[in-house]
């Protein structure tokens, strides 16, 4: 067995103090302490491991520091950690024996959701063969962590490749030195992917959006699918998720049949990707590249009907002050899309922004079904795939919402 590398003694005997406020935090499970509730942190050196304490010295456990972020300390666990990589090593064991309980039917899924997976700033997702890392803070930035990450990905899951995805903002609000997105080990950053009884996609890690692909929608794929038939819109569709599953799976679900599928994105790399795919699963869709605000608005006023809509737009509400302009977003997209729907059609209408509750969105959903004059029934009421788990006590780990509505009235 390599030696695993050990903490040097300076950073684990580095402490933090919280105020009153931090405390009550902590004590209802939320991993976060924001600089503002630190009652003391001197001197503490940037990514350290930190022993982290109330006012009265009082030993609350041990947490990863960030000299630079908002989000001061994120805990890492409630007792003492000696081994900051070995604890590392840990965690990512356990989120794989996770995942190999919950997920079947695809290769494709998140391994290590961050706080979700007690592994704050930590993601991984494997793409078949081809694993995507990408880290978000000091701590998870430091050499022997790294180490740890790629060591025990390697040893568990014996990819062909490692790559790793560079948000340059994230590194710069980090204060980390700039990365380029790269392979970090092996040889492959390009794959194909399976989902859902074999629904394939092309994967690239170097290329796309978020880590390439948008893995939190999966099981909403194949939900969807289900209740997909005649005529199908997907708007917002990337690389054809919705749309070729509602395609593919037509041939699972009899009743459920499509007659046509029609994508629609504003990124052309997208829908080249889309038209790829679609020929992966010997398939033909149409794929339009339009503003889809100004498509629905203008197919909504020319009278143009559909008996699917698939509506997922990217998160409008970046952060909170944008939360009214979100909603509006929202409830002009369900308004010109419920418009548009024959009886009995089905609308799957999502949100990725946090910042909108779920109870904001059903509210401004049910706004715009009100000023379409239509009923609805909500057939499914979902969120992300269960490869990346929300945690009960940390609102922040929840933020898809996917309703499936079908048209009552
Ligand atoms: N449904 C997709 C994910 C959609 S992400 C899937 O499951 O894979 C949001 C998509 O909206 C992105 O592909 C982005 O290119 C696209 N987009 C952003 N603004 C747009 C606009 N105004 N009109 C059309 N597409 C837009």
Same mark, same amino acid.
């Given at each position: 067995?390599? %030696?695993k590398? !050990?903490?040097?003694?300076e950073h684990?005997e =580095?402490? @933090?103090?919280?105020?009153?406020?931090?405390?009550?935090?902590?004590?209802?499970?939320?991993?976060?302490?924001?600089r503002?509730d630190?009652?003391?942190?001197?001197?503490?050196?940037?990514g350290?491991?930190?022993?982290?304490i109330d006012?009265?010295?009082?030993?609350?456990?041990?947490a990863?520091?960030?000299? +630079? =972020?908002?989000?001061?300390?994120?805990?890492?666990?409630?007792?003492? @950690?000696?081994?900051?990589?070995?604890? $590392?090593?840990e965690?990512?064991?356990?989120?794989?024996?996770?995942?190999?309980?919950?997920? +079947?039917?695809t290769d494709?899924?998140?391994?290590?959701?961050s706080?979700?997976?007690?592994?704050? /700033?930590?993601?991984?997702?494997?793409?078949?063969?081809?694993?995507?890392?990408q880290?978000?803070?000091?701590?998870?930035?430091?050499?022997p962590?790294?180490?740890?990450?790629?060591?025990t990905?390697?040893?568990?899951?014996?990819?062909a490749?490692?790559?790793?995805?560079?948000?340059?903002?994230?590194?710069?609000?980090?204060?980390l030195?700039?990365?380029?997105?790269?392979? *970090?080990?092996?040889?492959k950053?390009?794959t194909?992917?399976?989902?859902? =009884?074999? $629904?394939?996609?092309?994967?690239?890690?170097l290329?796309?959006?978020?880590?390439?692909?948008?893995? &939190?929608?999966?099981?909403?794929?194949?939900?969807?699918?289900?209740?997909?038939?005649?005529?199908?819109?997907?708007?917002?569709?990337?690389?054809? /998720?919705?749309?070729?599953?509602?395609? !593919?799976?037509? &041939?699972?679900?009899? +009743?459920?049949?499509? =007659? +046509?599928?029609? /994508?629609?994105?504003?990124?052309?790399?997208?829908l080249?990707m889309a038209?790829?795919?679609?020929?992966?699963?010997?398939?033909? *869709?149409?794929?339009i590249?339009a503003?889809?605000?100004?498509?629905?608005?203008?197919?909504?006023?020319?009278?143009?009907?559909?008996?699917?809509?698939?509506?997922?737009?990217?998160a409008?509400?970046?952060?909170?002050r944008d939360?009214e302009?979100? *909603?509006?977003?929202?409830?002009?997209?369900?308004?010109?899309?419920? %418009?548009?729907?024959?009886p009995?059609?089905i *609308?799957?209408?999502?949100?990725?922004?946090?910042?909108?509750?779920?109870?904001?969105?059903?509210?401004?959903?049910? &706004?715009?079904?009100r000023?379409?004059? %239509?009923?609805?029934?909500?057939?499914?009421?979902?969120?992300?795939?269960?490869?990346?788990?929300?945690?009960?006590n !940390?609102?922040?780990t929840?933020?898809?919402?996917c309703?499936?509505?079908?048209v009552? &009235?």
């Amino acid at each position: 067995m390599p %030696k695993k590398p !050990v903490v040097s003694a300076e950073h684990a005997e =580095s402490s @933090v103090k919280l105020s009153a406020r931090a405390v009550a935090r902590l004590q209802r499970r939320h991993p976060w302490v924001y600089r503002s509730d630190l009652a003391e942190a001197t001197g503490v050196p940037p990514g350290s491991l930190v022993r982290v304490i109330d006012q009265r010295g009082r030993f609350l456990g041990m947490a990863l520091y960030s000299s +630079s =972020s908002q989000i001061a300390i994120r805990m890492i666990s409630h007792g003492s @950690v000696a081994d900051l990589p070995a604890l $590392v090593a840990e965690r990512i064991k356990s989120a794989i024996a996770y995942r190999k309980e919950l997920v +079947s039917n695809t290769d494709a899924y998140r391994i290590i959701f961050s706080e979700a997976d007690s592994l704050p /700033g930590l993601i991984v997702d494997r793409y078949n063969d081809v694993l995507c890392v990408q880290i978000l803070t000091q701590a998870m930035d430091a050499a022997p962590v790294r180490e740890a990450v790629l060591q025990t990905l390697r040893e568990e899951l014996q990819p062909a490749g490692i790559v790793e995805r560079v948000d340059a903002r994230i590194r710069e609000l980090e204060q980390l030195p700039p990365l380029q997105s790269r392979l *970090l080990w092996g040889e492959k950053s390009s794959t194909v992917i399976s989902m859902n =009884s074999g $629904v394939r996609f092309h994967y690239d890690g170097l290329e796309g959006q978020k880590t390439g692909a948008f893995l &939190d929608q999966r099981e909403n794929y194949a939900a969807a699918a289900q209740y997909a038939h005649g005529e199908a819109l997907d708007a917002f569709c990337y690389q054809g /998720g919705f749309a070729l599953h509602s395609a !593919v799976h037509s &041939d699972l679900h009899p +009743s459920g049949k499509t =007659s +046509s599928v029609t /994508g629609v994105d504003s990124s052309r790399p997208a829908l080249e990707m889309a038209e790829k795919n679609a020929a992966l699963n010997g398939r033909e *869709l149409e794929w339009i590249e339009a503003n889809a605000f100004d498509l629905l608005r203008e197919y909504a006023a020319s009278g143009r009907r559909y008996d699917t809509i698939v509506l997922d737009p990217p998160a409008f509400a970046k952060t909170k002050r944008d939360l009214e302009k979100a *909603l509006g977003g929202y409830k002009e997209l369900n308004l010109r899309a419920m %418009k548009m729907l024959r009886p009995g059609g089905i *609308l799957v209408t999502c949100s990725c922004s946090y910042h909108v509750g779920a109870s904001d969105f059903f509210e401004v959903v049910a &706004d715009a079904a009100r000023d379409a004059h %239509k009923s609805f029934r909500v057939i499914e009421n979902r969120g992300a795939a269960k490869d990346h788990p929300m945690l009960l006590n !940390v609102p922040e780990t929840s933020y898809l919402k996917c309703l499936i509505l079908s048209v009552s &009235d």
